[in-house]
């Protein structure tokens, strides 16, 4: 079993159109994993069933019983987080930290896991399972969120004897990403050559180069700078990044995003066929 993870230093590289693509083309024995949690939108394109869905809870909430509270104040006066007013929590500010709870001469606040979302598993219509979440507004521990739906497609993947993981991954280099790539055997970097994609392309490089994974390049809109294009590629030769393919802009993505489609999944066209030589590539750099 692989596990490819698609990330990028920055959002609107088209990660997740790429991702659905070589979703398409990687044959039935793939698991599908979306970990862009913060703001996962994979499922657009696969049209999911949502037929298993398990509650995630992560961290601790404090509670006040009113029927318990004195209204004494101490709680409010300990929190540095300003999370109390008027005998009331507020759940976006609260960080679980409990003292609070220690500090209650009435035993009136309690500490309890916080709900932080679901997360799904998924039948889809390209036949291939896929793990997903989603997250309540405002909740935090995306990266715990992220390792839980890798474990979950690890499992799935062992038991249906699956030859790859294929994750959709987070933009950035924060905690959700190096949940995403902890383990995994590819890294490939989906980029731009504009100034922001380059710069974040290198910096998460440097990220990928404290594991040990292999890290791949795929540029896409690759003709809308042919300067900071062969910047791109000359710092990937001198780092030895593979450079998978070089994808030109096109609006054969907005046509297959319009039609909730992977772009591979319309007419025959030159980007379908520079994807399909993305996952030869893939193929060759995992199997060395």
């Known amino acids: 079993m692989k596990e490819i993870v698609l990330i990028s230093g920055?959002?609107?590289t088209g990660k997740t159109s790429i991702t659905a693509s070589l979703a398409k083309i990687s044959?039935?024995?793939t698991v599908i994993a979306d970990c862009d949690v913060d703001a996962s939108n994979l499922h657009l394109l696969l049209n999911p069933d949502y037929s298993q869905s398990e509650d995630f809870f992560s961290g601790y909430l404090a509670f006040i019983d009113k029927n318990k509270c004195t209204k004494c104040d101490k709680c409010k006066d300990v929190c540095r987080f300003k999370a109390i007013d008027n005998y009331f929590i507020n759940e976006l500010r609260c960080e679980g930290c409990g003292y609070c709870e220690i500090v209650c001469p009435e035993n009136a606040i309690e500490l309890k896991k916080a709900y932080r979302g679901k997360i799904y598993i998924s039948g889809t219509r390209m036949d291939k399972v896929l793990v997903h979440a989603e997250m309540e507004t405002g909740a935090q521990n995306s990266g715990?969120?992220?390792?839980?739906?890798?474990?979950?497609?690890?499992?799935?993947?062992?038991?249906n004897n699956a030859e790859y993981i294929l994750i959709d991954g987070s933009p950035?280099?924060?905690?959700?990403?190096?949940?995403?790539?902890?383990?995994?055997?590819?890294a490939i970097i989906v980029t731009e050559p504009s100034v922001?994609?380059?710069?974040?392309m290198i910096r998460i490089h440097k990220l990928i180069n404290k594991m040990p994974v292999k890290a791949a390049v795929i540029v896409n809109k690759s003709d809308i700078n042919k300067k900071i294009l062969a910047e791109i590629k000359s710092?990937?030769?001198?780092?030895?990044?593979?450079?998978?393919?070089?994808?030109?802009?096109s609006n054969l993505?907005?046509?297959?995003?319009?039609?909730?489609?992977?772009?591979?999944?319309?007419k025959e066209?030159?980007?379908a066929d520079k994807i399909n030589n993305s996952w030869i590539k893939i193929n060759n750099l995992i199997n060395l």
């Open 269 to 271: 066209n030159a980007i």
């Open 27 to 29: 044959g039935n024995r």
């Open 144 to 159: 715990k969120l992220v390792a839980s739906i890798r474990s979950a497609a690890k499992k799935i993947a062992a038991d």
């Open 172 to 186: 950035g280099i924060g905690c959700p990403v190096i949940a995403s790539l902890t383990g995994a055997d590819l």
């Open 253 to 266: 993505f907005h046509e297959a995003l319009a039609e909730k489609k992977a772009v591979v999944e319309l």
């Open 10 to 12: 920055k959002g609107g």
């Open 235 to 249: 710092y990937s030769a001198d780092n030895n990044i593979a450079i998978l393919e070089d994808i030109p802009f």
């Open 196 to 200: 922001s994609g380059k710069n974040d």
